[in-house]
């Protein structure tokens, strides 16, 4: 929630582990927190055919590309089955992604109505077109009064660091996906490039002090990945490519070692620095 005295965003029941945006929407293994989303202001249909079209796997880089382009039902449709009671959000992220100004706004203002555990300002789609916010985003977002996560581009964002943590924002997700004319590049290559910006973020937040959240994310496939982004500086860990596994659906076995690992950064005798 909101601190009174200093105005900063900050998410206290954010678990270690992060299941990132699409596959919180159905993958939740206890003792994590999904990300669910990402949500525009009105549906873009087509999901499941730009899945089959477009999501490709190479195995001699173990890079996972994408160009789904935040196929989603719109926030509204996510509002109404909160208010239907049907699906409950305060236990999980909400990601949203506004296309104009007045679609950003609208976008805080419905996602604040119910009242997520956090909502995450999905800065940097590769597939959606050019990186651009309203100046006064940030502002905006904390003063919803729900707590604030910024995912950044792995690239170029500086000025959306400094404007964000200007706007009381202490909550970052490194990274998004590296942008090539194929989609989005996820997977091991984009491992040393968010593991950069962890460590420049994290340098930038320790600098003003108190508290605050970096979640390292981008080629997490075990537990010695998570040691890593710890070193780097990450106080949280986000999988995604990890979740491209139907298993998952039924069991969140292949997910317990990480879980284990990222619930170790947050105790005194946790095996990462």
Same mark, same amino acid.
């Given at each position: 929630?909101?601190d009174?005295?200093t105005g900063?965003?900050a998410?206290p %029941?954010l678990e270690p582990?992060?299941?990132?945006a699409?596959?919180?929407?159905?993958?939740?293994?206890r003792?994590a927190t999904?990300?669910?989303?990402?949500? +525009?202001?009105?549906?873009?249909?087509g999901?499941v055919w730009?899945?089959?079209?477009t999501?490709?796997y190479?195995p001699? +880089?173990?890079?996972w590309v &994408?160009?789904?382009?935040?196929r989603?039902?719109?926030?509204?449709?996510?509002a109404a089955?909160?208010?239907?009671g049907?699906?409950?959000?305060s236990r999980?992220?909400?990601?949203?992604?506004?296309?104009d100004d007045a679609?950003w706004?609208?976008l805080?203002?419905?996602?604040a109505?119910?009242?997520?555990?956090?909502i995450e300002l &999905?800065m940097s789609?590769?597939n959606?077109?050019?990186i %651009?916010?309203?100046?006064t985003?940030f502002d905006?977002?904390?003063a919803?009064?729900?707590?604030v996560v910024?995912?950044l581009?792995?690239? &170029?964002y500086?000025e959306?660091?400094?404007?964000?943590?200007?706007?009381g924002?202490?909550?970052?997700? $490194?990274?998004n996906t590296?942008?090539v004319?194929?989609g989005?590049?996820?997977?091991?290559?984009?491992?040393?490039?968010a593991m950069?910006?962890?460590r420049?973020v994290r340098?930038?937040?320790?600098?003003?002090?108190? $508290?605050f $959240?970096?979640?390292?994310g981008g080629?997490? +496939? $075990?537990?010695s %990945?998570?040691d890593?982004y710890?070193?780097?500086?990450?106080?949280?860990v986000a999988?995604?490519?990890?979740c491209f596994?139907?298993?998952?659906?039924?069991s969140?076995?292949?997910?317990?070692p990480l879980?284990?690992?990222a619930?170790?950064?947050?105790t005194d %005798?946790?095996? +990462?620095?």
């Amino acid at each position: 929630m909101i601190d009174d005295d200093t105005g900063v965003s900050a998410i206290p %029941d954010l678990e270690p582990l992060v299941i990132s945006a699409p596959f919180g929407n159905y993958v939740k293994p206890r003792g994590a927190t999904p990300t669910l989303g990402t949500f +525009t202001r009105r549906a873009r249909a087509g999901r499941v055919w730009r899945i089959l079209k477009t999501v490709r796997y190479d195995p001699f +880089t173990r890079a996972w590309v &994408n160009k789904i382009g935040l196929r989603n039902p719109g926030i509204e449709a996510v509002a109404a089955r909160v208010r239907a009671g049907s699906l409950d959000v305060s236990r999980s992220v909400l990601s949203i992604h506004g296309f104009d100004d007045a679609e950003w706004f609208e976008l805080i203002e419905i996602a604040a109505a119910i009242q997520p555990l956090g909502i995450e300002l &999905n800065m940097s789609c590769p597939n959606v077109g050019e990186i %651009d916010w309203p100046p006064t985003l940030f502002d905006r977002a904390v003063a919803s009064g729900r707590p604030v996560v910024v995912k950044l581009p792995p690239v &170029n964002y500086r000025e959306m660091l400094d404007q964000a943590m200007a706007a009381g924002v202490r909550t970052f997700h $490194a990274c998004n996906t590296i942008p090539v004319p194929a989609g989005g590049v996820s997977g091991k290559p984009l491992k040393p490039v968010a593991m950069q910006c962890v460590r420049e973020v994290r340098d930038r937040l320790e600098t003003i002090g108190g $508290a605050f $959240a970096v979640i390292g994310g981008g080629g997490i +496939t $075990a537990p010695s %990945d998570i040691d890593d982004y710890a070193r780097a500086g990450a106080t949280h860990v986000a999988v995604g490519c990890k979740c491209f596994n139907p298993v998952l659906l039924v069991s969140h076995g292949p997910l317990r070692p990480l879980l284990a690992r990222a619930a170790a950064m947050h105790t005194d %005798d946790g095996a +990462t620095p």
